[in-house]
């Protein structure tokens, strides 16, 4: 499975970022997402035991879900992550090495950027989607820009400040998705509480889609 089959499926373009999730609360959070609509799920690994996490995850979910990592920041990292089974990379910046071992590795890689350069540096080390973080701090205006520059076959997410408000004025804008952490999880929501907002959240996609 990977994101373009879940994407060509209808699923809400949405990444989960689970920052902050202890092990024991992993099955029960990721059945509320799932149930909830959003099947693409992110542990970043400064997070508790995060591949105890993902390994749970990848375990009860990976047939439905995209399971993966956040924060990746080496090697080691992407090397760790794909052994418990992760199957999506993201990191909040753009280190060649990491993103090209991402990609021989068979993981799908979602790198971070900021400039121009750093995204043309991603796409150059392998990647097919990248991340514009802190979104929100730039806007929408500058995701217009920067996309009139970029191949046409890399999509751009938003990630940092997105959620259930905003998530229609970044697809308008030209992003393929976005990843969604405070406004969907903090540490200590419970199931409950996260399935609410997650079906908020997907509620939100569809009327921007006309859905």
Known sequence: MTLDDLLAEGVPPVVAILRGLQPHEAPAVGAALVDAGIRVIEVPLNSPDPLDSI???QSEFGGTALIGAGTVLSVEAAEGLHGVGGRIMVTPNTDPQVIAKGVQLGLEV???FMTPSEAFAAINAGARRIKLFPAARLGTSYVKAVKDVLPRNVGVWAVGGTDAATIGE????GCEGIGVGGALYRPGDGAAQVGEKARELVT??????GG
């Not at 939100?204 to 889609?209: D, I, P, R």
Request: glycine residues 6%; charged residues 10%.
């Open 110 to 112: 979602m790198p971070g």
């Open 55 to 57: 390994a749970a995850l």
């Open 170 to 173: 970044w697809l308008a804008a």
């Open 204 to 209: 939100a996609w569809k009327a921007a889609k």
